[in-house]
């Protein structure tokens, strides 16, 4: 059973910078769709970035040219680099990852990914 957790989460100013890392444990010998997602208070969970089997990456708007994602040689952990950090940048982050491809150009969306970590803060401040 593939188990994520997810860490580097805090809080920065305004226009600082943030690399979030999940770890991917468990049955890894298989390859995954990876993707970050983030949710706010009382709002939606919303993709960020996303990565699939072939390092095709997609990013949310909001943050292109911002965020990157990415993952080390072995795929045992995946890394979100936030830089430019906005106030709208604020939610818990969580990564997202399934055995599945996803066909679609545009990013899986969060109904697509069935393993989950449990996700970890990022405050951005003013």
């Known amino acids: 059973q593939v188990q994520l957790v997810e860490s580097g989460g805090g809080s920065v100013q305004s226009g600082g910078s943030l690399r979030l890392s999940c770890a991917v444990s468990g049955n890894t010998h298989n390859s995954f769709t990876m993707g970050w997602f983030r949710q706010a208070p009382g709002t939606e969970r919303e993709g960020v970035a996303t990565?699939?089997?072939?390092?095709?990456?997609r990013y949310a708007d909001s943050v292109k040219g911002r965020f990157t994602i990415s993952q080390d040689n072995a795929k045992t952990t995946v890394y979100l680099q936030m830089n430019s950090l906005k106030q709208e940048d604020t939610a818990t982050y969580y990564c997202a990852a399934d055995p599945g491809h996803y066909s679609p150009a545009e990013m899986p969306p969060a109904e697509f990914f069935r393993i989950w970590g449990q996700g970890t803060q990022v405050t951005v401040s003013s």
């Open positions: 990565v699939d089997m072939n390092g095709i990456t």
